[in-house]
């Protein structure tokens, strides 16, 4: 008979036999037997286990936190990059148009002059109202 499948434990085997002549010993004999645990079985293997899928969860959540963290590092200086870009955009423009407006500003000053010729004037206004013009191009 085979007893596969046993629990680590203790046990004790006990049997009863009989002779040729049919007499029963009553007493019988006993076996005291210890199955040991495999060591999957044991303590040590199972903390240590645990230990490793409590790290290997750790660190893949570090990783993950890593990751996003690198991408919003990377969202973040784009839109930094992207602002420095505006900012200089505008300062360009702002000289620009600040340049524009000094050179209208001269052109009607020499148009106002009371010794410039009537066709001088005109051609002085003609001028003026280019340069207004490409102003306003500039700011469109």
Avoid at 8 to 25: K, L, M
Avoid at 109 to 136: G, I, K, W
């Amino acid at each position: 008979m085979q007893y596969n499948g046993l629990r680590p434990g203790e046990y004790r085997f006990r049997v009863t036999a009989a002779n040729r002549d049919g007499v029963w010993n009553e007493a019988g004999a006993t076996l005291a037997l210890r199955v040991q645990p495999h060591f999957w079985q044991r303590w040590w293997c199972f903390t240590i286990a645990v230990s490793a899928l409590v790290g290997a969860a750790a660190l893949a959540v570090r990783t993950l936190a890593t990751r996003r963290l690198g991408r919003h590092l990377e969202l973040v200086e784009m839109q930094h990059a992207l602002e420095l870009e505006r900012t200089r955009i505008a300062r360009d423009i702002h000289d620009q148009i600040g340049a524009d407006l000094t050179h209208i500003t001269h052109l009607g000053e020499l148009a106002r002059r009371e010794s410039l010729t009537p066709a001088e004037v005109r051609s002085q206004v003609a001028n003026l109202t280019e340069r207004t013009r490409e102003l306003v191009k500039t700011m469109e």
